[in-house]
């Protein structure tokens, strides 16, 4: 049941943090090394290491080092599990309150009397 | 700067669990009392209290109490700012694609030679 996922806890809480969605924010307009993603943020390299750890085990992010250059990008499939989760929600609300409207568009015969 | 965002700190904090996401499913099918949202869930009254006033710290739900009985429903904007967050940055991410696209596709003319 996907209201009980462990990989939809791990995306939104990796979202819950406003330096992690920055980092989500930079790899959606490209690839960035550690140094890339670390120079808008006021915090230690550690500090950024960790946040990209959460990041990697929610599955948003995927890292690949070359040489001595970690370089970084977007698992945009995660990203889509987790606007889809939301989305299905709103989704279903908005039809509930279409049958809602239908039903209050509905004459009211009983009230109207019967014509026959 | 929206991805530092309180508000969406703490959606995304309230959407990170699986208690808590089967009580936002519930209601997106409809308002529930405290009582309906708690049946499906194997846990105390007083835990479900508490997941309930985290979703409404978010902003995610609201409830009212009417005697004795407490009516929570969904608040489909925030569930919207949410979504919208998210799927801003996949709109980011697939824009660059096509970018890098039309650019694999532009004719090298370096390599293929100047006809004039």
């Known amino acids: 049941m996907l209201n009980h996922s462990p990989s939809l806890d791990l995306m939104f809480a990796a979202l819950a943090d406003g330096s992690r969605r ?4 930079r790899l959606s307009r490209g690839p960035a090394t ?3 993603l670390a120079e808008p943020l006021v915090m230690s390299l ?7 750890r959460v990041l990697e085990e929610s599955g948003l992010v995927r890292s690949a080092k070359s040489g001595r250059v970690r370089t970084c990008h977007l698992e945009p499939a995660a990203l889509n599990a987790a606007e889809q989760w939301i989305a299905d929600r709103r989704a279903e609300w908005l039809s509930r309150l279409d049958r809602l409207g239908d039903y209050l568009e509905t004459p009211e015969l009983d009230s109207e009397g019967d014509q026959s």
Chains 1, 2 share one sequence.
């Not at 550690?46 to 990209?52: C, D, G, K």
């Open 22 to 25: 920055s980092m989500v924010d």
């Open 34 to 36: 550690v140094k890339q």
């Open 46 to 52: 550690p500090a950024v290491l960790q946040h990209l």
